[in-house]
């Protein structure tokens, strides 16, 4: 290949590269983009309902915010103008935290609040993960109280129900106490508890296995149990755990026992799995941890638990609990709804214009195309607005067809309300 060819191929990637989206990151198009936003304002709605208030924090952050070490090898790093490292947020827990512990100071407790925002993370990308995603979710900070734990999964399966799974069927949270398999470990085995709990952590229950090898018969075999105490709250899972009610594990269960008297009273059991093995993926959790998973989707679609001892680490020591819900992952397992119908009213009259805004008096979507456009023209940019009807202007009536892939139907003459009747059908 001649150099002059080289040259020319290299500068021509270099310049496709230039454009792209980075590595991990992508455009969303419709309609992706109108069902993410729909989602995102029906999320909102049900947090509203619940009394929470939403909060913005910014996307960067100062390195010391995030301190838990999963987060921060995933996080994008870079310096400010001092040489300070920044993070973009990688979730927002702890930034929550910080808010709280900085703004809300003087402000008497508890501080319930929401947010739906996107976080960025390393981790992933190269293995279909997206390097940038939204978080919807809610903490609440100030509250030892298990109702706030139960309140917190309630809401969960309340949003989940809200956009249309089905409990029990279409999703279910997996419940664990973090505290129990921890303070049993702790004490039967407390020098082999620190490895056991980081291979739990990571779900590896082949290694926590390996580890459990080396311990008296008892313990091995009740380190190898506990993780594996999985099933319905009606089953027996609670009651072969008593046998582990040892040291801080019988305070855990106990705790795991009362959100359950509450999560009954808010009827949402039927949506419930306990499991004994789960302990959260990050190190601040103290208490009740919980996942949503679908069976649509190999991943949670929601996490939380209780982090009583973050907020320490801004100087302002509270007991504090919440989740997130990633709303790509959500909107993965929703079932496809059409989207609202639209109108393309094609002309560029004031006669057209003042069709359009009488149809969207009347509650109809409106795009006007102002051009002079024949019907088979503009049902292709029908098509590729998504929009299922064509119309044009007819004095005081509308041409009114269905547009679908096969084309344009036939038109009828209309009065407005009639044409927005039609189209409401």
Avoid at 252 to 279: P, Q
Avoid at 322 to 336: D, H, M, N, T, Y
Avoid at 406 to 416: A, H
Wanted: hydrophobic share 45%; proline share 7%; net charge negative.
């Amino acid at each position: 290949m001649a150099v002059s060819v080289k040259i020319a191929s290299f500068m021509e990637r270099r310049a496709r590269s230039r454009f792209a989206t980075t590595p991990g990151t992508r455009d969303v198009l419709p309609p992706e983009s109108t069902r993410l936003v729909e989602l995102e304002g029906r999320v909102r709605g049900r947090f509203a309902a619940w009394g929470f208030r939403e909060v913005i924090t910014p996307a960067l952050e100062y390195s010391e915010v995030i301190e838990e070490p999963r987060l921060r090898d995933a996080s994008f790093k870079l310096f400010d103008a001092d040489n300070q490292m920044l993070l973009l947020r990688p979730e927002m827990t702890s930034p929550i935290a910080r808010l709280v512990a900085q703004r809300l100071r003087n402000s008497p407790p508890p501080h319930r609040l929401s947010y739906v925002l996107p976080v960025y993370r390393r981790t992933g990308v190269g293995r279909g993960q997206s390097a940038e995603f939204h978080q919807a979710g809610v903490e609440v900070v100030g509250s030892a109280s298990a109702a706030e734990d139960a309140g917190a999964i309630a809401l969960l399966a309340d949003v989940l129900s809200s956009v249309g799974l089905r409990p029990g069927e279409d999703f279910a949270i997996v419940v664990g106490q973090s505290g129990f398999y921890a303070g049993w470990l702790r004490h039967v085995a407390p020098e082999a508890a620190p490895g056991i709990l980081s291979a739990l952590a990571d779900k590896d229950l082949a290694r926590v296995d390996a580890l459990a090898a080396s311990l008296p018969d008892e313990a091995a075999a009740g380190a190898h149990e506990i993780p594996r105490l999985v099933g319905p709250v009606s089953g027996e899972v609670l009651e072969r755990a008593r046998r582990y009610a040892l040291g801080e594990a019988g305070g855990a269960l106990e705790n795991l026992r009362e959100i359950l008297v509450h999560l009954d009273v808010h009827g949402c059991l039927d949506s419930v799995i306990l499991d004994l093995g789960l302990i959260g993926r990050f190190g601040y959790y103290t208490g009740v941890v919980y996942e949503a998973y679908s069976p649509r989707l190999g991943f949670s679609v929601a996490s939380g638990g209780r982090y009583d001892e973050l907020l320490s680490r801004f100087g302002a020591p509270m007991p504090a609990t919440g989740f997130a819900i990633s709303l790509e992952r959500l909107l993965a397992v929703l079932p496809e709804r059409d989207p609202d119908p639209l109108v393309v009213l094609v002309g560029s009259s004031p006669g057209a214009t003042a069709a359009a805004r009488t149809l969207r008096a009347l509650g109809v979507a409106v795009l006007q195309l102002a051009a002079e456009e024949p019907p088979q023209k503009a049902a292709r940019y029908a098509r590729a607005v998504e929009a299922s009807w064509l119309a044009y202007p007819a004095g005081e009536r509308v041409k009114l067809a269905p547009v679908s892939e096969r084309g344009v139907g036939g038109f009828e003459e209309l009065s407005p309300e009639e044409a927005a009747g039609r189209v409401s059908a």
